[in-house]
């Protein structure tokens, strides 16, 4: 039977359960920190040595932990490309900006289990030896930012932060960062400039790889909350354990947010490819189904800015048979294993795993355009394709949603998004073109009827066009 | 092309040799760039593409990127279609049939069927990679960050100041598409922004190029300009109620691409196809910035900075490129005067002549000016010699900044000093020629470009002297007492060179004519040389300027040939 498994919220919503310091200890609270400190230099089987440090990091490497912000990049090999040779320090940022439309699975660990990531960060701090780091939170969560300042403050007071940390002789500090409300600030060059006091500017790669030239042109670890929450419990558990949970190259757990018309949204976390999204949304330990009388028309399945998918599609993915050949095999929609590699598979991704389920009863051009409008709203500007683009198709759907529409609208749309995606400084300028690319492609005819009949309508004596609406920010 | 430093700058000369290099190839040529080359500071930074397509003898066409700034990376213009050698799972390259090379077309992860470009200007290149600066996912890309620019852009060019010089026009009619899909409404950003005393902004011409930011903070050190607002509605703007007023404002005019940042001083005032364009030098300071003149019919419009990477780079500061105005002016001096009498040259000269001649060794003196030209300098220093006069001319200091203007306000001190005109320190030797003049030694002083009585040779003194011969450009108190006004040229008006504080010799060229009967200085300084001394000089400046070299042991026999439109050094 599909079930959660609670890692990361193993304790967050028992009974009683409360974000300080005493609490976390009597639920075994540090002790991965301790473990960590305490970790022995090792002699690999080819005779290489392994620092502490070093075996930490290869444990992380090891569990096949990818980030849980968006990406889905293995987080042992991103601490890999770490420059250790430059003689400068080595920060960690801690991307709590959680911003994606449809998430809400940080804030959970943020408000409930803020000792959990501190816990988390201190063990990757000491493992990639950076003696400062930084949360950037939402500006938006201003009850975790005072709770994260509480429970830093006790850390420090436990000696688990600070100077000479367990009496191991290392030193760490954690700083919260207050963002100012800018979702851009979640990418994490834009986090990182916003991080300086500089406006949110997403900086180029190359030059500017946070691995190398990061906050103040340092060698930078950017995670998210949930990634760092895992590596205490890679920790505890040891690689090999950890990465029995879940499936292979998508181990651990996964905190999925489940949204949108389903009888009972919420967040659950699972074994990442244990549960397939038709159990997410029907299944009685998750979304129990779409309310009474509605089928289901379309699946955002990670976050706002992942392509959408069409109720009754079928997609082709690689599966390995029982005698270790790939094959490709059909995998109707609510049959796909929500993990990172099926949905890529799928033409799409995990992204921040937020699902936001849509009922017949909901129109896709009234919901792009609501998205659109969004990434107008936050496009940073800095470059051209997106900074005019993102507007351009908002405002060509606000058109289209105030009976201003025309029938080759479908193909206007297109044009503008094709020419966003890929040729922008940062990751938003995809997350502002896929949904019009993947609502346009799977939805056409309602997009195109939509404009048919409004141009029917002025056909027959109704007010001449007007090409002036336009959203109001 | 223009000549001046405007939006567009060449790149730093490549640093000298051993070069490693590596062979790439261009549009299906084959090329051998070097492997580095200098950035924006002039250190040795990855070959991009931008610099390599250049090399290749191709252009990339671009707004953000200038090689004198930090890269920006966000206009998107200069987005290339490229290729890197294919390698196998073993990590080895992969071949075709015939030997050559697998080459893995860059395209997009999540959908490999669309190319994926790469920003020319940022991106390094790499052994065998393949740049395609002309394929047509290339113009397909550039065709649409045009669209997208132009979406919002006025498109007032018959009205705009940039007009004939705009860079999105440019591109628009090389890389543009017909017609625009857009059919929504405009943004609307503020016109006409009085963004400090020298600077207008437009907004809604500006395409967020970012150049005059980072040319503000990264050169200039002044952080005043920054961007507000968000995406679409971006728009470029100086601290609230905070100025944009540093010296080296203007310099971001040069730089805006389109006519978002204009000059207040040269808005409006001409059309720029009208204006004739003369490689010329700043004469505010001892710096002296490379210059172009822009003048129409006898009249100096404009100057603008000339690059010249061992000078000034690109950059001039505001109060040099302002003070053109005195060129102009109504009260010139056009007229040869004797003894307050308009009267000609040659009766003038005569005059002079003889009365220099008769004049006994020791009793004449000459103050020259450090704003003359070399040539000139030499041929008074000439005149001097002959007379046993005392010579000097006068300095001029003021403060530096830590970028281009210097505290010596001459522009050619060192002029001065190599003819042997004036001493190490300028003006020492004034007091000398003071006590002469009241003792009645000197009887005779001849004043180039100075008002003497600002340095230290009182009106009363000038009153005792016997003949007071000066020359100048605008009338002053020395020019009131003198019995012989000659009446000079600005340096714009003639040719020559100056030496700079750092000892580098400069030419300037001609780019309008005097006016009245004014004559360049060593035209008639020539004809004076040639009457009192007996000596036959050149009569033109490359001829003269040659003979100066040999004489001149600071010039060391330069031939006025030699000297390029970057100039030399000299040995000094
Ligand atoms: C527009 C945009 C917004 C993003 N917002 C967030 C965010 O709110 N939280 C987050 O963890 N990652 C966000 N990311 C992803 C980060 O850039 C970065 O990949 C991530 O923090 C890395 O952490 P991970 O490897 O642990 O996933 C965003 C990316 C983009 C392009
Ligand atoms: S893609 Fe959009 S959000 Fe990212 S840098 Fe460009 S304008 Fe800013
Ligand atoms: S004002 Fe000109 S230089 Fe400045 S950002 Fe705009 S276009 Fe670029
Ligand atoms: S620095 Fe000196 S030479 Fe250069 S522009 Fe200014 S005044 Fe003229
Ligand atoms: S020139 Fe602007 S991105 Fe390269």
Redesign the interface.
């Known amino acids: 039977m599909p079930q959660e498994f609670r890692l990361i919220l193993k304790n967050a919503d028992l009974p009683g359960y409360a974000p300080d310091m005493e609490c976390y200890l009597r639920h075994g609270g540090y002790e991965a920190l301790k473990k960590a400190v305490a970790t022995a230099p090792r002699e690999l089987p080819d005779g290489k040595k392994q620092t502490s440090q070093e075996v930490i990091r290869d444990e992380v490497l090891k569990s096949g932990l990818r980030g849980r912000g968006g990406a889905g990049f293995s987080a042992g090999l991103k601490w890999s490309f770490v420059d250790r040779r430059s003689g400068k320090p080595i920060y960690l940022i801690c991307n709590a900006d959680e911003s994606e439309p449809g998430t809400f699975k940080d804030r959970q660990i943020l408000h409930k289990d803020p000792h959990q990531l501190i816990e988390g960060m201190v063990i990757s701090c000491w493992a990639n030896d950076c003696k400062l780091a930084y949360i950037y939170i939402r500006g938006e969560m201003p009850k975790a930012a005072k709770l994260l300042n509480v429970a830093l403050k006790e850390a420090r007071d436990k000696g688990f932060l600070g100077k000479n940390i367990l009496g191991s002789g290392f030193d760490c500090e954690i700083h919260v960062h207050r963002g100012a409300g800018a979702y851009i600030c979640g990418e994490e060059t834009g986090l990182i400039e916003s991080l300086e006091g500089k406006r949110a500017y997403p900086r180029i790669k190359p030059p500017y790889f946070p691995a190398v030239l990061g906050l103040y042109m340092c060698p930078t670890i950017v995670n998210n909350v949930e990634t760092l929450c895992h590596v205490k419990h890679i920790v505890t558990m040891g690689s090999a354990e950890y990465a029995k949970l879940g499936t292979p190259n998508n181990t651990g757990t996964r905190i999925v947010s489940l949204s949108g018309d389903v009888k009972r949204p919420g967040y659950y976390e699972i074994e990442v490819g244990k549960v397939t999204l038709g159990e997410l949304i029907n299944h009685e330990n998750f979304g129990q189904g779409l309310k009474d009388g509605r089928s289901l028309k379309a699946i955002i399945p990670g976050g706002s800015s992942s392509k959408v998918l069409k109720a009754g599609e079928v997609f082709k993915l690689n599966r390995k048979g029982a005698d270790g050949q790939m094959t490709k095999v059909d995998v109707p929609l609510l049959d796909l294993p929500y993990d990172f590699d099926s949905l890529q598979q799928a033409g799409t991704m995990s992204g921040s795993s937020a699902i936001i389920v849509m009922d017949d009863s909901r129109s896709m051009v009234e919901a792009l355009a609501n998205l659109s409008e969004f990434y107008a709203h936050e496009s940073c500007g800095q470059c051209t394709p997106c900074r005019e683009g993102a507007l351009w198709m908002a405002k060509g759907l606000h058109r289209l949603t105030h009976g201003e529409g025309r029938k080759q609208d479908a193909d206007y749309l297109q044009h503008i998004a094709q020419n966003i995606q890929g040729r922008t400084i940062c990751a938003f300028g995809e997350a502002a073109a896929w949904p019009v690319l993947s609502f346009v492609k799977k939805f056409r005819e309602e997009f195109e009827a939509r404009g048919a009949a409004d141009e029917a309508k002025h056909a027959s004596g109704g007010a001449p066009m007007k090409m002036a609406a336009s959203p109001k920010h | 092309m223009s000549n001046a430093a405007t939006t567009e700058a060449k790149p730093a000369a490549p640093a000298p040799p051993p070069v490693e290099k590596i062979k790439i190839k261009v549009d299906g040529r084959e090329v051998e760039v070097p492997k580095m080359l200098p950035n924006w500071q002039g250190k040795l930074e990855a070959t991009t593409m931008l610099q390599a397509v250049q090399i290749a003898g191709g252009e990339v066409p671009h707004y953000c990127y200038h090689p004198k700034l930090p ?7 200069c ?1 290339v279609e490229f290729g890197t050698p294919m390698m196998g799972p073993d990590r080895k390259p992969v071949f075709n049939e015939d030997g050559s090379p697998k080459i893995a077309k860059s395209v ?1 992860p ?2 490999p069927s ?1 190319p ?2 790469a ?1 020319a200007c ?3 290149i790499s052994p065998g990679m393949e740049i395609y600066p002309n394929s047509s996912a290339t113009k397909q ?1 550039r065709e ?2 045009l ?3 132009l ?2 852009h006025p498109l007032d060019c018959p009205i705009c100041d940039q007009a004939g010089e705009c860079k999105l026009q440019e591109y628009s009619v090389q890389h543009g598409q017909a017609g625009s ?5 405009k ?1 609307h950003k503020p016109k006409a922004v009085d963004l400090g005393p020298r600077i207008v902004l437009d907004d809604e011409r500006c ?2 190029c970012t150049r005059c930011i980072r040319f503000t903070k990264d050169i200039a050190g002044d952080d005043a300009l ?2 507000v ?6 728009t470029i703007a100086a601290f609230p109620g905070a100025k944009f007023d540093n010296n080296y404002t203007l310099n971001t005019v040069d730089l805006c691409p389109v006519g978002a940042l204009t000059s207040k001083d040269f808005r409006f005032q001409m059309r720029v196809w009208f204006l004739k364009e003369t490689k010329s030098l700043c004469t505010s300071c001892g710096t002296g910035c490379n210059t172009v003149i822009g003048s129409r019919e006898g009249k100096v419009y404009r100057y603008e900075p000339r690059q010249n990477d061992a000078v000034n780079s690109t950059w001039m500061c505001d109060s040099g490129r302002l003070n053109y105005k005195w060129i102009g002016r109504e009260d010139r001096l056009q007229d040869v005067l004797v003894r307050g009498q308009k009267s000609t040259w040659a009766s003038a000269l005569k005059e002079i002549s003889e009365k220099l001649s008769k004049a006994a060794s020791g009793s004449v003196a000459v103050i020259a000016s450090a704003r003359q030209t070399t040539e000139e300098l030499y041929l008074l220093k000439k005149l001097a010699t002959k007379l046993g006069a005392l010579t000097d001319s006068v300095a001029r200091m003021g403060e530096a900044d830590k970028l281009l203007v210097a505290a010596d306000k001459n522009p050619n001190s060192n002029g001065a000093r190599l003819t042997g005109i004036a001493g190490a320190e300028l003006g020492s030797a004034i007091s000398k020629i003071a006590d002469g003049i009241h003792s009645g030694a000197i009887k005779t002083l001849v004043v180039f470009g100075d008002d003497v009585t600002k340095a230290g040779i009182s009106a009363d003194l000038l009153a005792k002297l016997e003949t007071l011969i000066v020359s100048d450009i605008l009338p002053n108190a020395t020019t009131k007492a003198a019995h012989y006004v000659l009446p000079g040229c600005a340096h714009a008006e003639k040719r020559g060179t100056f030496v700079n504080v750092k000892g580098r010799l400069q030419k300037f060229t001609k780019a309008v004519e005097p006016k009245g009967d004014a004559r360049p200085e060593w035209e008639f300084l020539h004809e004076l040389v040639h009457n009192v001394t007996g000596q036959n000089g050149f009569i033109s400046i490359e001829g003269l300027f040659n003979q100066m070299a040999k004489e001149v042991p600071g010039f060391a026999g330069i031939e006025w040939a030699q000297v390029d439109d970057q100039g030399v050094n000299t040995i000094s």
């Open positions: 890269v920006a990376g966000n206009c998107r213009m987005l997009l999540y959908e669309t994926r470009g920003i940022a991106t390094p890309m649409a960050v669209e997208s620019l979406i919002n899909n857009f059919v929504e409404a943004v395409v967020l920054g961007i607002n968000r995406g679409s509605y971006n």
